[in-house]
Protein backbone atom coordinates (compact mmCIF):
# COMPACT_ATOMS: atom_id res chain seq x y z
CA UNK A 1 0.00 0.00 0.00
CA UNK A 2 2.84 2.57 0.88
CA UNK A 3 4.41 1.71 -2.93
CA UNK A 4 1.55 2.63 -4.22
CA UNK A 5 0.89 5.85 -2.42
CA UNK A 6 4.67 6.91 -3.45
CA UNK A 7 3.75 5.72 -7.29
CA UNK A 8 0.74 7.85 -7.21
CA UNK A 9 2.41 10.84 -5.52
CA UNK A 10 5.28 10.82 -7.97
CA UNK A 11 2.36 10.74 -10.93
CA UNK A 12 1.17 13.94 -9.41
CA UNK A 13 3.80 15.44 -9.12
CA UNK A 14 5.22 14.64 -12.38
CA UNK A 15 1.52 16.04 -13.80
CA UNK A 16 1.46 19.15 -12.15
CA UNK A 17 5.14 19.78 -13.60
CA UNK A 18 3.82 19.34 -17.18
CA UNK A 19 2.48 22.25 -19.75
CA UNK A 20 -0.89 21.59 -21.21
CA UNK A 21 -1.81 23.85 -24.68
CA UNK A 22 -5.20 25.55 -23.22
CA UNK A 23 -7.34 26.84 -25.65
CA UNK A 24 -9.26 29.80 -25.34
CA UNK A 25 -11.79 31.07 -27.06
CA UNK A 26 -14.26 33.97 -27.31
CA UNK A 27 -17.36 34.87 -29.65
CA UNK A 28 -17.52 38.33 -31.27
CA UNK A 29 -20.11 38.44 -33.20
CA UNK A 30 -22.13 40.71 -30.97
CA UNK A 31 -19.08 42.88 -30.82
CA UNK A 32 -18.07 45.85 -32.55
CA UNK A 33 -15.28 48.92 -33.10
CA UNK A 34 -12.56 46.44 -31.89
CA UNK A 35 -9.35 45.54 -33.94
CA UNK A 36 -7.85 42.57 -31.44
CA UNK A 37 -9.18 40.60 -28.23
CA UNK A 38 -6.43 39.55 -25.62
CA UNK A 39 -7.23 36.57 -22.90
CA UNK A 40 -5.54 38.10 -20.04
CA UNK A 41 -5.08 36.13 -17.30
CA UNK A 42 -2.93 35.25 -13.66
CA UNK A 43 -1.15 33.13 -16.05
CA UNK A 44 0.34 36.71 -17.69
CA UNK A 45 0.12 38.81 -14.81
CA UNK A 46 -3.12 40.63 -16.43
CA UNK A 47 -1.01 41.85 -19.21
CA UNK A 48 -3.66 43.95 -21.67
CA UNK A 49 -1.42 43.03 -24.81
CA UNK A 50 0.76 39.77 -23.80
CA UNK A 51 -1.77 37.49 -25.57
CA UNK A 52 -3.56 38.40 -28.35
CA UNK A 53 -5.81 36.59 -30.36
CA UNK A 54 -6.16 35.19 -33.67
CA UNK A 55 -9.20 34.31 -36.20
CA UNK A 56 -7.62 32.98 -39.16
CA UNK A 57 -10.66 31.46 -40.47
CA UNK A 58 -13.20 34.76 -40.35
CA UNK A 59 -15.96 33.50 -38.53
CA UNK A 60 -15.49 35.94 -35.55
CA UNK A 61 -14.39 33.40 -33.20
CA UNK A 62 -10.82 34.19 -31.62
CA UNK A 63 -8.26 31.93 -30.57
CA UNK A 64 -5.51 31.72 -28.58
CA UNK A 65 -3.58 28.56 -27.36
CA UNK A 66 -1.30 28.81 -24.43
CA UNK A 67 0.94 26.36 -22.56
CA UNK A 68 -0.19 25.90 -18.84
CA UNK A 69 0.75 24.05 -16.11
CA UNK A 70 -1.97 22.08 -13.80
CA UNK A 71 -3.16 24.43 -12.02
CA UNK A 72 -6.14 26.76 -11.62
CA UNK A 73 -6.43 30.55 -13.07
CA UNK A 74 -8.28 33.20 -13.40
CA UNK A 75 -8.72 34.81 -16.38
CA UNK A 76 -11.13 37.20 -18.52
CA UNK A 77 -11.12 38.41 -22.41
CA UNK A 78 -10.31 42.46 -23.02
CA UNK A 79 -9.77 44.06 -27.03
CA UNK A 80 -7.11 46.88 -27.90
CA UNK A 81 -4.80 46.10 -25.74
CA UNK A 82 -7.65 47.52 -22.47
CA UNK A 83 -7.88 45.77 -19.65
CA UNK A 84 -11.84 45.78 -18.95
CA UNK A 85 -13.69 45.18 -15.54
Given at each position: ??????I????????N??????????????????????V????N??????????????????????????????Y??????????
Amino acid sequence: MIRSKLILLALMASLNSLAFNVTFRVDMNNVSGFNTPEVNGSFNNWCGNCTAMADPDGDQVWTATIPLNAGYYEYKFSYDNCVRP
